[in-house]
């Protein structure tokens, strides 16, 4: 706080700095996925998501455009389309995978029918992450991660 610069995470404006109980994003919160993202990929193809939120920070907008140009990239926003959620790493810089979630997918993850993070890199780590990738726009999306009709 008392640095030369400002962090490139922050408190999120409604929060508390001083008291830490109750004062956190709680709960099953929609994100809006990059049409196409990997994340999109693996959640079935949905560009609208529900996941379950824990969390106190976000990332400050001020760094978001010199993250991007380097290559991390946010493809999920919440509903108001301000705050970051989900970040992959530009393609062409070689890493086999990369996830960002501000969410808790562990909240939705069974034995036998992982979250699909969870999925993406497990994937991954057996070199299946293409035809995976395939697979879960294919077979489509599970209900539980779907945006509930109003």
Not at 56 to 81: C, H, P, S, W
Not at 117 to 137: I, V
């Amino acid at each position: 706080p008392d640095g030369k610069h400002p962090h490139a995470l922050r408190y999120m404006p409604e929060i508390s700095k001083d008291y830490m109980g109750a004062n956190m994003v709680l709960g099953a919160r929609r994100i809006d996925l990059e049409d196409g993202s990997m994340a999109s990929k693996l959640y079935g193809g949905l560009t609208q998501i529900v996941e379950r939120q824990r969390h106190r920070y976000e990332v400050n907008e001020k760094y978001i455009a010199q993250m991007e140009e380097a290559g991390l990239m946010f493809r999920g926003r919440d509903m108001t389309g301000e705050r970051m959620e989900v970040i992959e790493l530009r393609e062409d810089l070689g890493h086999p995978f990369f996830l960002g979630l501000q969410c808790h997918p562990e909240f939705k993850s069974r034995p036998g029918f992982p979250a699909p993070p969870f999925l993406g890199l497990l994937l991954a780590a057996t070199g299946n992450l293409q035809s995976g990738l395939s697979d879960c726009l294919e077979r489509g999306p599970a209900n539980h991660y779907r945006v509930p009709a109003e």
